[in-house]
């Protein structure tokens, strides 16, 4: 992978997670693998893997953020990648927080809606 399309995969993945729409492959993980998404574990699971998916893209845009070789856009880029997804970890560690503390209604549960 270059580090043009390094730095642009890693910004185009820090705008998802910090917008929330990664967060949907934690419950289709935790759903393919059979478990329920409406207890108050899986609450827990969940956040853990948001938190996994967040540590993957902040991993993804250090890598685009160090390895541009130039001065050029893909290292502003890759910067800028590396700072959303640190707010997204930020995101993703209250998020978890929340879960063990059980406090309200889980962002990311899905429910019948009655």
């Known amino acids: 992978m270059t580090s043009q399309s390094r730095a642009l995969a ?3 993945l820090a705008v998802l997670l910090v917008m929330g729409n990664l967060n949907r492959l934690a419950v289709v993980v935790y759903s393919v693998a059979g478990q329920d998404v409406s207890g108050g ?3 827990i699971v ?8 967040a540590g993957a893209v902040l991993w993804l845009a250090n890598s685009a953020a160090v ?3 130039t001065d050029g856009w893909e290292q ?9 997804a640190w707010i997204g ?11 063990l503390a059980g406090h309200g209604p889980f962002v ?3 429910g019948t809606g009655t």
């Not at 969940?46 to 998916?53: D, E, P, Y």
């Not at 502003?76 to 959303?84: E, P, S, V």
């Not at 970890?89 to 879960?99: D, E, G, K, N, Q």
Request: cysteine-free.
């Open 41 to 43: 574990a899986s609450r």
């Open 67 to 69: 390895g541009a070789a």
């Open 76 to 84: 502003h880029l890759g910067q800028a990648a590396r700072l959303l």
């Open 10 to 12: 890693a910004f185009a």
């Open 89 to 99: 970890v930020a995101i993703a560690v209250v998020t978890l927080i929340a879960a």
């Open 46 to 53: 969940l956040s853990l893997l948001i938190l996994a998916i």
């Open 108 to 110: 990311y549960s899905v």
